[in-house]
């Protein structure tokens, strides 16, 4: 494997958040999925211990080092103990960065330093029953009634709806004469109108708490709209790219974590009295999904390096997520083969991490929302996309 580029800080870092993991998180896994949420415990400790938000100037509380390779750190650990249905990264980097971007000096001070403690869980509603990648589509509406706004709306499958303390909750606001018009709402927990439903039951990812949240004339202050309550249909854009580029972290390390668990598996267990490695369709699966993960783990890395330089562009963002969540498929569907009915056992972290790794191709855009978005800047001077109109 390539050499890669951490400081020695950040390697560090890397072997203390190690330590948390193993203490504090990978203990509770399987309960988290049998109850089918996380313990609120689990940010409160990452957040006693550093480990949750580190990005924010240290008046946050935070370490204010906005290197991304620490998130990458935390998000490729957490995948190595299988907890990744801890929507750490979510709240950190998902939605944590829409609070400083976007909000002023008393929203920050109001929000971040219980953002970093782990006290208030973050979640973001866009997804709605009928509006997912084509945020166009979005039918919430929030109107405004001079100190205070009143929103109305449904949205669904948002990750941490359960847990969440505040909502970043995007809607119209100008829907008859400016469709295009969007704001984010800050959306409290007890606030009256703001209901959640249930805690869906899904394929995979288990342990996180994915809900549908409803918005029933919640009275929404003036003091909790981010930044222009028209432009935040460019707010949620220039986020995509972080977005995309989290996935692909996940994606690549859990098809790493994968590829390791197989590899053990495959040189313990006997096929026609050999260890099934010795077979040589065992060495050339593994050899090409070695290849692959290895490549795509380059690209990666380069991502990073370009979004911390502050120029990473949608279209390399996108590549990466359509890639790392196609090896990833690749992965674990060949783990699942290789363990033979072993595979199909639950007992066997192959299992659970062949339905975890579906939604990968689905959520932060579809595998083909990403190959338009590829298309059009392969061939964005030869003709206008209907995304675009």
Known sequence: MLKRNFTEEQNMFRGAYRKFLEKEIAPHVERWREQGIVDREAFTKAGEQGFLMIWPDEEYGGMGDDDFRFEQIIIEETANVYAGDWTNTLHSRLVGPYLSRFGNDEQKARFLPKCVSGECILAVAMTEPDAGSDLAGMRAIAKGMGDHWVLNGTKTYISNGINADLVVVAAKTDPENNPHAMGLFLVERG????????????????????????????????????????????????????????????????????????????????????????????????????????????????????????????????????????????????????????????????????????????????????????????????????IDR
Do not use: W
């Not at 783990?297 to 969540?325: I, M, P, R, W």
């Not at 290789?338 to 991490?353: N, V």
């Open 191 to 386: 606030m009256e109108g703001f209901e959640r439903g249930r805690n869906l039951k899904k394929m995979g990812m288990k342990a996180q708490d994915t809900a549908e949240l409803f918005f029933n004339d919640v009275k929404v202050p003036k003091e909790n709209v981010l930044g222009d309550p028209t432009m935040g249909f460019v707010y949620l854009m220039q986020g995509l790219a972080e977005e995309r580029l989290i996935g692909a972290c996940g994606f690549i390390a859990s098809a790493q974590k994968a590829f390791e668990v197989t590899r053990e598996f495959v040189m313990e267990r006997k096929v026609f009295g050999k260890p099934l490695s010795y077979m040589q369709n065992t060495q050339f699966k593994m050899a090409e999904l070695r290849t692959e993960i290895d490549v795509a783990q380059a690209h990666v890395d380069a991502c990073v390096a370009q979004f911390n330089a502050g120029h990473l562009a949608a279209e390399d963002a996108a590549k990466a997520k359509l890639y790392t969540s196609e090896v990833l498929g690749r992965m674990v569907d060949e783990g699942v083969q290789l363990h033979g009915g072993a595979g199909y056992m639950d007992e066997y972290p192959i299992s659970r991490m062949y339905t975890d790794a579906r939604i990968t191709r689905i959520f932060a855009g579809t595998s083909e929302v990403m190959k338009l978005i590829v298309g059009r800047d392969i061939f964005s001077d030869k003709f206008v996309s209907y």
